[in-house]
C-alpha cells in the first residue's frame, strides 16, 4: 500500500532508539526525508546510516536536547518547515508520588506536555499554508487508563492530551491533522527501566516481574516497536487526512474497554 507521503519531510523527535526509531523507519520506507534527533550523537548517527543504507532516503542528524528551549532552537533552525512531526522525549521517572518534588512535576510537564507544544505551535502555521501536515504525538497508554506507578506521565500527559484535543479540529480543515499514539509496554530499554524500578521496589527479582507484566497483556507478549512504527506511518499518511483529535492505543489489549 501506497501511503502517498514519499518525498515528504519528517521531524522525528528523540529517534535513536526505540518507538521514535521505528516511526523514523517506517516513514523511510515510505521515501520519506528524515530529520532525526536525541541526545547521543553517536547511537543517532548509528541509526541514520542504518535508515540510509536500508531506504537510500536523506536523513539529517541533530544532536540535540529537545526539552530544552536551545535544543529545540539548534533542531528548528535546521527543519523550521516539516511535513511531518512526531513529537517524543523521554518518559518521566516512575515511583511514589510522595517522593516526587514541585522541579519533579515541572520537568514532566515540561517534557511531555510542553516540548510537544513549542514544536507544534513552531510548525503548524507552515503546514497549514501549505495544505498538507500529519503530527503524531507518541504519549502513553496511561493516559487512557493511569498506570500507578508513573503518576507523574498519567498527570502530564494528560495535559497534552486535553490541548491537542482542541487544536486538532482547528487544523483538520487544512488538511492538517494532530494525533496521537499511546503504547502499551513496548519491547525497549524504557521497558526494561520500568521494570527494573519495579523489581527494585517491590523487592522481586526483574526476570519474574518481566514475566508478571507479560502476564497482563492479552496478547502474551510485548509489541515490537516496527508495529508501532507503522501505525505512526498510516496516521501521516495522505489517506488519513480525515482522522484528527484520536487517541490510538496500541497495548495488546489491556485496556479493557468496549470504546
Ligand atoms: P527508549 O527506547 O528509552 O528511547 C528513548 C529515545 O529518546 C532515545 O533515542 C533517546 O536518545 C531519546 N531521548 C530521550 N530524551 C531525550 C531528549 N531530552 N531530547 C532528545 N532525545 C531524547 O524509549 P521508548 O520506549 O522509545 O519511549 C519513547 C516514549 O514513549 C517515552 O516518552 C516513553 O515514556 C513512552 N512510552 C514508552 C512505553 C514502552 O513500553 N516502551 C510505554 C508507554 C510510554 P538519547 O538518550 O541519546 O537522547
Known amino acids: 500500500m501506497d501511503l502517498g507521503i514519499r518525498g515528504r519531510q519528517a521531524l522525528v523527535c528523540a529517534s535513536s532508539k526505540g518507538l521514535g526509531l521505528a516511526c523514523a523507519q517506517q516513514l523511510a520506507r515510505e521515501g520519506v526525508e528524515l530529520v532525526m534527533l536525541a541526545r547521543g550523537q553517536e547511537a543517532l548517527e548509528a541509526a541514520a546510516q542504518s535508515i540510509r543504507a536500508e531506504t537510500g532516503v536523506k536523513v539529517i542528524t541533530i544532536a540535540a536536547d529537545i526539552i530544552t528551549p536551545e535544543g529545540r532552537a539548534k533542531v528548528l533552525a535546521v527543519c523550521p518547515a516539516p511535513d511531518i512531526l512526531v513529537t517524543n522525549a523521554g518518559g518521566p521517572k516512575p515511583g511514589n508520588f510522595r517522593e516526587w518534588s514541585r522541579e519533579d512535576w515541572l520537568a514532566a510537564v515540561d517534557a511531555n506536555m510542553i516540548t510537544p507544544i513549542e514544536l507544534i505551535r513552531a510548525t503548524v502555521d507552515k503546514m497549514i499554508e501549505r495544505k498538507f501536515g500529519r503530527i503524531v504525538n507518541i504519549t502513553s497508554a496511561s493516559v487512557k487508563h ?52 519495579l523489581a527494585r521496589d517491590s523487592g522481586k527479582n526483574i526476570d519474574e516481574v518481566m514475566a508478571q507484566r507479560k502476564k497482563m497483556v492479552p496478547a502474551g507478549r510485548f509489541g515490537e516497536p ?16 480525515f482522522m484528527t483529535g484520536q487517541n490510538l492505543v496500541l497495548d495488546g489489549g489491556i485496556y479493557p474497554g468496549t470504546l
Open 226 to 241: 516496527s508495529e508501532f512504527g507503522q501505525a505512526c506511518a498510516f496516521l501521516c499518511s495522505a489517506g488519513a487526512g
Open 146 to 197: 493511569p498506570i500507578e506507578h508513573l503518576g507523574l506521565s498519567n498527570g502530564a500527559r494528560a495535559g497534552l492530551t486535553g490541548f491537542v484535543a482542541g487544536l486538532a479540529r482547528q487544523t483538520v480543515a487544512h488538511n492538517v491533522t494532530i494525533n496521537n499514539l499511546l503504547p502499551g509496554p513496548f519491547a525497549t530499554d524504557r521497558l526494561l527501566q520500568t521494570t527494573e524500578r
